[in-house]
């Protein structure tokens, strides 16, 4: 059964950094693009973050350019937010997400594997 996993989370004052990690568990996961989303309460889900299957190809929400970035690790399955400068709108569930189905893209629509979400709040 594949499935993701997500950890780190937590609360931060704005400013300062937090790294998260998405573990993942299947025979493919390795060879897809995964995906970092973000849902702030009341508010549509909103992409932060994706990158490809190899690690060479990433893209980035215009709102976090420059301070998070995605890699990932595929001998470990694991792949990483990490979040530096945050602000007190960075404040969402994150989820972490795979595209089985190689379609690539930004939308939520593209990924069809979902991890539970791990809570990121930032304190001003």
């Known amino acids: 059964q594949e499935q993701l996993v997500e950890s780190g989370g937590g609360l931060v004052q704005a400013g300062g950094s937090l790294r998260l990690s998405c573990a993942a568990s299947?025979?493919?996961?390795?060879?897809?693009?995964m995906a970092w989303f973000r849902q702030s309460p009341g508010k549509d889900r909103e992409f932060v973050a994706t990158?490809?299957?190899?690690?060479?190809?990433?893209i980035y929400a215009d709102s976090v350019k420059g301070r998070f970035t995605i890699s990932r690790d595929n001998a470990k399955r694991t792949v990483y937010l990490q979040m530096n400068s945050l602000k007190p709108e960075d404040t969402a569930v994150y989820y972490c997400?795979?595209?089985?189905?190689?379609?690539?893209?930004?939308?939520?629509?593209?990924?069809?594997?979902w991890g539970q979400g791990t809570q990121v709040t930032v304190s001003s």
């Open positions: 997400a795979a595209d089985r189905r190689g379609r690539v893209g930004v939308s939520g629509d593209v990924y069809d594997l």
């Open positions: 299947g025979r493919t996961l390795s060879s897809v693009f």
């Open positions: 990158i490809a299957w190899s690690g060479g190809s990433t």
